[in-house]
């Protein structure tokens, strides 16, 4: 069972930025690629930025230019830097490994709750 640990989130002001980390731990595999989702308040889970096994990056036409995932290898860690946040970015961020099809492969953590405010 892999457990997902997210941290780095908290209240920023818009403009500003943030690095979220994330270590999956347990029995892990290499999934086909791992990725960044969020939740903002009565809103469904959305994909924010995904990176492949073989380095292809994706992101959601929101974050683009502004948003950058990477990983660690060494240390088994994915990071989402987060730069030029607005208050439209306030969510919680959670990530997750992926299958080949978009099918998300482990139980969601606690997610670590990002805030753009003034």
């Known amino acids: 069972q892999v457990q997902l640990a997210e941290a780095g989130g908290g209240l920023v002001q818009p403009g500003g930025s943030l690095r979220l980390s994330c270590a999956p731990s347990?029995?892990?595999?290499?999934?086909?690629?791992m990725a960044w989702y969020r939740q903002a308040p009565g809103k469904e889970r959305e994909l924010v930025a995904r990176?492949?096994?073989?380095?292809?990056?994706n992101y959601a036409d929101s974050v683009k230019g502004r948003f950058t995932i990477s990983r660690d290898n060494a240390k088994n860690t994915v990071y989402l830097q987060m730069n030029s946040l607005k208050p439209e970015d306030t969510a919680i961020y959670y990530c997750?490994?992926?299958?080949?099809?978009?099918?998300?492969?482990?139980?969601w953590g606690q997610g670590t709750q990002v805030t753009v405010s003034s």
């Open positions: 990176l492949s096994r073989s380095g292809i990056t």
């Open positions: 347990g029995s892990i595999f290499n999934p086909h690629s």
């Open positions: 997750n490994g992926r299958a080949f099809s978009g099918t998300v492969l482990w139980s």
